[in-house]
T-cell receptor
Framework: QKEVEQNSGPLSVPEGAIASLNCTYS??????FFWYRQYSGKSPELIMF????GDKEDGRFTAQLNKASQYVSLLIRDSQPSDSATYLC?????????FGAGTRLTVKP | DAGITQSPRYKITETGRQVTLMCHQT?????MFWYRQDLGHGLRLIYY???????DKGEVPDGYVVSRSKTENFPLTLESATRSQTSVYFC????????????FGPGTRLTVT
C-alpha cells in the first residue's frame, strides 16, 4: 500500500505567522508532488506542484521537497484568515495520484 | 470557459437503485478521474481514464461502473447503490498522466438511504 501521511491537525497559527504543513510518502519512485487547498464544502484547488528536490516559491507559498527523506512540506508566509482550510498533499503513483487525509489549518485574526 | 462540471450537485437515492453521476470537461484533457471523499479516508480513486474508450480501476472500484465514449464526458454509475456509497464524489481531469496536476470539479454529494 503506497501511503501519503499528513498530520490531521488542527494546526492553529496567528495571522501574519508562518504556517508549516508536512507530508511523508512511502513510494520512493514517486516523481510529482502536489499541494491542494480545500475549503469546507468545496472541491480541492491546486496550490503548487514540485518535481525536484529543494524549494519552490510562489508568492506567499513555498513547497519543499526532500526525496531522500521522502518528505514534502508547504510553508505559508504571512498567513491570513482566508488561508484557513484543509491542505491536501498528493503524490503520483504509477497511474494515479495518492492523497493524504489533509491537515486542517486555522489562521486566527 | 466552464472547465469541469458535475451533475447533479446533490442526490438522494434509495438502497438498490441505480444512479449515474455526470462529469463534463471543456479542456479536452486526456485523463479523467473519479474520486470519493469520506471523513477519515481522504480522497480515494475509484476509476480513471487515459483517453476515450480506455478506463482502469483505481483503489476502490467495487460497485461502480464507468464509461468514456467521448473525451469530454466521464460518467460514473452506481449499479445498485448501498449505504456505504454515501459520500462526496469528485471528478478531476489532467492534460496528461498522473505525473501532472489534476483539476477538480465542484463535486456531487450523494446520500443513499
Amino acid at each position: 500500500q503506497k501511503e501519503v501521511e499528513q498530520n490531521s491537525g488542527p494546526l492553529s497559527v496567528p495571522e501574519g505567522a508562518i504556517a508549516s504543513l508536512n507530508c511523508t510518502y512511502s513510494d520512493r519512485g514517486s516523481q510529482s508532488f502536489f499541494w491542494y487547498r480545500q475549503y469546507s464544502g468545496k472541491s480541492p484547488e491546486l496550490i503548487m506542484f514540485i518535481y525536484s528536490n529543494g524549494d519552490k516559491e510562489d508568492g506567499r507559498f513555498t513547497a519543499q521537497l526532500n526525496k531522500a527523506s521522502q518528505y514534502v512540506s508547504l510553508l505559508i508566509r504571512d498567513s491570513q484568515p482566508s488561508d484557513s482550510a484543509t491542505y491536501l498533499c498528493a503524490v503520483n503513483g504509477d497511474n494515479d495520484m495518492r492523497f493524504g487525509a489533509g491537515t486542517r489549518l486555522t489562521v486566527k485574526p | 470557459d466552464a472547465g469541469i462540471t458535475q451533475s447533479p450537485r446533490y442526490k438522494i437515492t434509495e438502497t438498490g437503485r441505480q444512479v449515474t453521476l455526470m462529469c463534463h470537461q471543456t479542456w479536452s484533457h486526456s485523463y479523467m478521474f473519479w474520486y470519493r471523499q469520506d471523513l477519515g479516508h481522504g480522497l480515494r480513486l475509484i476509476y480513471y481514464s487515459a483517453a476515450a474508450d480506455i478506463t482502469d480501476k483505481g483503489e476502490v472500484p467495487d460497485g461502480y461502473v464507468v464509461s468514456r465514449s467521448k473525451t469530454e464526458n466521464f460518467p460514473l454509475t452506481l449499479e445498485s447503490a448501498t449505504r456505504s456509497q454515501t459520500s462526496v464524489y469528485f471528478c478531476a481531469s489532467s492534460e496528461r498522466s498522473a505525473l501532472y496536476e489534476q483539476y477538480f470539479g465542484p463535486g456531487t454529494r450523494l446520500t443513499v438511504t
